[in-house]
């Protein structure tokens, strides 16, 4: 899966590669969406790795700490990294939970203090950790098949925590900072997806959703699309 998402209008602006690991249904079934199994219950869970693309600067205090990471060196600046997808649906109506987590860090960077006239240059560590989680209903009224066309609507919370270790503090300066901030926005969309091969085993997906409104950011576009393969019946 390849998914490009605005983690906060003004914040932070990102993208993520994810490679899907495993997809199994606890109930098995001759298709994916298909028609056998609609009135009953089926439940997917997929576990997959991600890695990251930023570009963003953020502020802690008076200090400015560049956050470049590509895709090339996310496993050199990836501490640790999980995500959990779960989808449950009976015949019209789903829902959807997903969870990430991210810690990223760096020894050795340079940050600016007091960004403008007389600003100076130092140097830091930095760790700094992305959690989001999202729980979304879905609604599938059309009838097609291996295809299927999904809205949904939902809520998607952000959490977003910097420490920055400085090495030789400014005047004034505490020699380690903590940012941290959280908002939840709500989310709405939908999703196209079509399957083939035996039992449907392969499967490709295109998702996009808005969200904030406001609420917690102004604006928060997702776009999502990938290839997955299930393991089971």
């Known amino acids: 899966l390849i998914t490009g998402r605005c983690f906060r209008a003004g914040r932070l602006l990102g993208s993520a590669l994810v490679l899907t690991l495993m997809a199994s249904p606890a109930a ?13 219950w089926t439940n997917d869970l997929v576990l997959y790795l991600w890695a990251a693309n930023m570009d963003a600067t953020n502020t802690v205090g008076s200090v400015e700490v560049p956050l470049e990471v590509s895709f090339s060196d996310t496993f050199d600046k990836v501490k640790f990294a999980s995500s959990l997808h779960y989808e449950g649906r009976k015949g019209d109506w789903g829902v959807l939970l997903d969870f990430a987590y991210i810690n990223l860090g760096e020894d050795g960077i340079t940050v600016i203090e007091g960004p403008g006239p ?12 992305i959690y989001t989680a999202e729980a979304a209903v879905l609604w599938s009224p059309f009838d097609m098949g291996s295809q299927r066309f ?6 998607r919370y952000t959490q977003q925590d910097l420490t920055l270790a400085l090495a030789t503090p400014g005047p004034g300066e505490p020699p380690e900072q903590v940012y941290d901030v959280n908002w939840a926005d709500p989310i ?9 091969g035996k039992y449907d085993r392969w499967s490709f997906a295109l998702r996009s959703d808005i969200g904030g409104f406001g609420v917690g950011s102004h604006l928060a576009l997702n ?11």
């Open 28 to 40: 098995a079934q001759d298709g994916f969406p298909g028609d056998k199994t609609r009135d009953q």
């Open 118 to 129: 007389g600003e100076q240059e130092l140097t830091a560590d930095y760790r700094f950790k």
């Open 150 to 155: 999904d809205f949904l609507g939902g809520v």
């Open 188 to 196: 709405v969309g939908a999703r196209w997806s079509i399957a083939w």
């Open 223 to 233: 776009v999502v699309t990938g290839f997955g393969y299930r393991f089971s019946r």
